[in-house]
């Protein structure tokens, strides 16, 4: 009886063992599955997982993630196709209302310059001042477009330099001087003499500070006040806009640098801020926004982050 209950023992004890093995060899193929999506997901290359296992639920899970990754693999392809085919027609059809808006912005010019010369009845002059301002707000939007649409598509072309952005600033800042000072702006300026110098594209520097400038002048006019400061931190220099308008909401925080966007339909397109960023990013910068709301000057900031030379 003695032995029989060894024996049983024994048998049980080397099932555990065999059954405990088994789970330990299943934790650690488990384990090297979640190792490598978390590769598969920081890696852009197209990877599967490849385990060198003989236990059938693990190369059961292993197929199915595979089968999973072939299908999103190709979906991502058909995706990338249709984007570049969605980013040339916008470019395509942007490029063509270019000319004629533009035609049709000179004409409606040449009536408000006659219309200023002849003694019409009040509505008339209305009239032709709404077309015109609409004209112009027209041609912007459109250029904005096809700006964004060359942008990422990849075909504008940008010249990388060492620029001066202490002039720059100053410059595009001095552009403004009229409409605030029409709009009773308090601007404070925090630029040091000495030139801050960084590897851009000179134009697309111009292009993002006068988004954000007349962005904060649009979004901020409540709290009339603007502010620009340059400084280096690092190996980086940084640009930033500071408004005191009514501020941005975490809901709107998330999407504030996405294409056609705006928490105020009635004050823009929209594609300011996605024009700016793409093209920080794509001379190697980013920008990024500090807002606090709830507070009587709500501190709205945009900063630009660029790489010193």
Do not use: W
Request: charge should be neutral; proline fraction near 2%.
């Amino acid at each position: 009886m003695a032995l029989l209950f060894f024996i049983i023992s024994m048998i049980l004890l080397v099932l555990y063992f065999k059954e405990h093995n088994k789970n330990k060899k299943i934790e650690r193929d488990y384990k090297y599955i979640n190792a490598r999506l978390l590769d598969i997901i920081n890696d852009s290359e197209n990877n599967y997982i490849l385990i060198p296992s003989d236990i059938k639920v693990v190369k059961e899970t292993a197929k199915g993630i595979n089968n999973l990754l072939e299908k999103f693999y190709g979906r991502q392809i058909d995706y990338n196709r249709n984007q570049k085919v969605i980013l040339q027609i916008f470019t395509n059809i942007s490029h063509d209302l270019r000319t004629p808006i533009t035609v049709l912005k000179g004409y409606i010019e040449m009536l408000y310059l006659q219309s200023q010369k002849e003694d019409l009845p009040p509505v008339i002059h209305t009239t032709i001042e709404k077309m015109q301002r609409n004209s112009q707000e027209l041609v912007h939007s459109v250029n904005s477009l096809f700006n964004l649409a060359k942008i990422q598509s990849g075909d504008m072309v940008f010249h990388i330099q060492k620029v001066n952005l202490t002039q720059v600033c100053h410059e595009i800042i001095l552009e403004f001087y009229t409409i605030l000072e029409e709009e009773k702006f308090h601007v404070e300026v925090n630029i040091e003499d000495k030139p801050l110098y960084a590897n851009v594209d000179i134009e697309a520097v111009g292009r993002i500070l006068k988004n954000l400038i007349d962005n904060a002048i649009q979004y901020g006019n409540a709290g009339k006040f603007l502010g620009i400061s340059l400084y280096k931190k690092d190996s980086h220099i940084y640009i930033e806009v500071e408004d005191h308008g009514a501020g941005i909401s975490e809901k709107d925080k998330i999407h504030i640098f996405t294409r056609a966007y705006t928490a105020d339909r009635k004050k823009g397109n929209g594609l300011g801020l996605a024009i700016s960023q793409e093209l920080a990013n794509s001379m190697g910068g980013s920008i990024s926004v500090v807002s606090i709301p709830q507070k009587k000057n709500c501190i709205h900031n945009p900063i630009i982050k660029l790489e010193k030379s």
